[in-house]
């Protein structure tokens, strides 16, 4: 994962999500300025941003980071029950999937 390639990510995630530069900026609460540095791959983002910045442009942490998409690295066997549909159990599993990799990702421990 490199800084140029995670801002090239981000550019067009801003891009689909139709947000200016400074309309995302202003959404995720980040200057401008640091912004088009992080997608210009002059400044890392930090987590905290890429979180942000992923929730406003509907995208993953891993989608604008590049380090694989959960639902690529999971294998799921399921049996759907009472008309669910199996597309669906899958999404449900990933997001849950997602979060327990971001919640990895920031040492934050699991509690039972």
Not at 57 to 83: F, I, M, S
């Amino acid at each position: 994962m490199t800084t140029v390639s995670t801002g090239a990510r981000i550019e067009r995630a801003r891009t689909a999500a139709a947000l200016s530069q400074r309309a995302l900026a202003d959404a995720t609460g980040i200057s401008q300025s640091t912004l088009s540095r992080i997608i210009s791959g002059d400044r890392a983002a930090k987590m905290p941003e890429l979180v942000a910045i992923a929730w406003e442009t509907g995208h993953t942490v891993a989608q604008l980071t590049g380090t694989g998409l959960v639902a690529e690295r999971v294998q799921c066997a399921a049996r759907a029950t009472n008309g669910s549909d199996m597309g669906d159990m899958r999404q449900a599993l990933t997001g849950y999937l997602e979060l327990d990799a971001y919640l990895d990702d920031q040492a934050i421990p699991a509690t039972v």
